[in-house]
């Protein structure tokens, strides 16, 4: 039987280092998080939800963080654009094939 060769330089602790690498990396919200000064927002997202202006002594079930919904909604659009990419791949690369025959 065939089995793949393993390049020289990669061994089980190249292995382990490499995933500890990525389980570090910084990723999405994370990343924003350090460029984004959320907190900015907090007064504009209030006024525009309306939590400034509502009186909770009425009851009811306290309203989720604006930032945070701020946050949700930008992730949601990011996550959407990148699977608009995904699909496009296969699409893309039958084109560059025909273009190249």
């Known amino acids: ?11 089980l602790f190249s292995a382990i280092s490499k995933k500890r690498a ?5 990723v999405g919200i994370l990343k924003l ?4 000064d959320w907190e900015g927002f907090r007064g504009l997202m209030e006024d525009v939800t ?15 963080d604006p930032v945070l919904m701020l946050k ?3 992730l949601q659009k990011y996550s959407k654009m ?4 995904w ?9 560059i094939f025909s273009l190249m025959s």
């Open 50 to 64: 309306g939590y400034s202006s509502k009186d909770n002594k009425k009851g009811g079930r306290p309203p989720f």
């Open 87 to 95: 699909d496009l791949v296969p699409f893309m690369g039958s084109m």
């Open 33 to 36: 998080n350090k460029i984004i």
């Open 72 to 74: 949700i909604l930008i």
């Open 22 to 26: 990525q389980e570090t990396q910084e």
């Open 82 to 85: 990148i699977d608009r990419v």
């Open 1 to 11: 039987m065939n089995y793949r060769k393993p390049s020289k330089n990669y061994d």
